[in-house]
């Protein structure tokens, strides 16, 4: 850990094209800090950085190689899925509501339940930090509801021409993966390139997702990042996943 830098307030990362893995024995982890200052977490996403760490634990820095990505048209919508999306674009009592609720959906993503993680990452820390970030323009929630309930959903952070996932939850069967299904087709008819998914999982995999490497990672990201004209308002519906039927 000792080769690891020990971030203060006001301490830049480093720069992972330029310091890969400084301590091979944990690799991807970039640097450590106290806890995550005002401004940092979008200075790290903007070097292809993310925190990730349990409750209780300094706040643990990570550029993992390889890095798993969605390129939003290989999205995989399978016969079934398309069938459940279509029902839920016919069902007037369904709504896709996109940062109606912000910190709902980031709660709803902390205490769901998971096979491939436990959730406990998402700590309070976290939810702030995210909030902020919200606050500013730079995080957006995307919400299914039934009924007037949440059933699902995901957060995300967007920073120029790149989409950061990085939560999904379901409360029915099935709607993460709609969530994400309306995020993809966001992204292909605003030309995003790749949605950052961050970490492999089975999970990810079945939806299309794919390893690459990290240089090819933060080379795709400083493109995407320069790529300003993506900034638009998110403020589509469900009328989004008729791209997919």
Not at 54 to 68: A, E, F, G, I, T
Not at 99 to 111: M, P, S
């Amino acid at each position: 850990m000792s080769q690891i830098t020990w971030l203060g307030p006001h301490d830049a990362f480093p720069d992972p094209l330029l310091c890969a893995d400084p301590d091979p024995s944990v690799p991807g982890l970039i640097a450590v800090s106290e806890r995550i200052y005002p401004g940092q977490l979008l200075q790290a996403y903007q070097l292809g950085i993310f925190p990730w760490y349990s409750d209780k634990q300094p706040v643990l820095w990570w550029s993992p190689d390889p890095r798993m990505v969605l390129k939003p048209n290989h999205f995989k919508c399978s016969d079934s899925l398309r069938k459940i999306i279509r029902h839920f674009c016919q069902e007037t009592q369904s709504q896709l509501l996109v940062d109606q609720d912000f910190g709902e959906v980031i709660r709803a993503c902390a205490t769901s339940a998971r096979k491939d993680q436990d959730g406990t990452w998402i700590t309070h820390e976290i939810m702030d930090a995210y909030t902020t970030i919200h606050e500013q323009g730079h995080a957006h929630s995307i919400g299914l509801v039934e009924n007037g309930n949440l059933i699902g959903g995901l957060y995300c952070v967007a920073l120029g021409g790149m989409v950061f996932g990085e939560s999904m939850f379901s409360r029915k069967p099935n709607t993460s993966k709609i969530a994400l299904a309306a995020l993809s087709a966001w992204c292909i008819q605003n030309q995003v390139a790749m949605i950052d998914c961050q970490q492999e999982t089975a999970h990810l995999s079945s939806l299309g997702a794919a390893p690459i490497a990290r240089m090819k990672f933060l080379q795709q990201l400083q493109i995407s990042l320069n790529q300003s004209n993506i900034e638009k308002p998110w403020n589509f519906d469900k009328n989004i996943l008729t791209h997919w039927l």
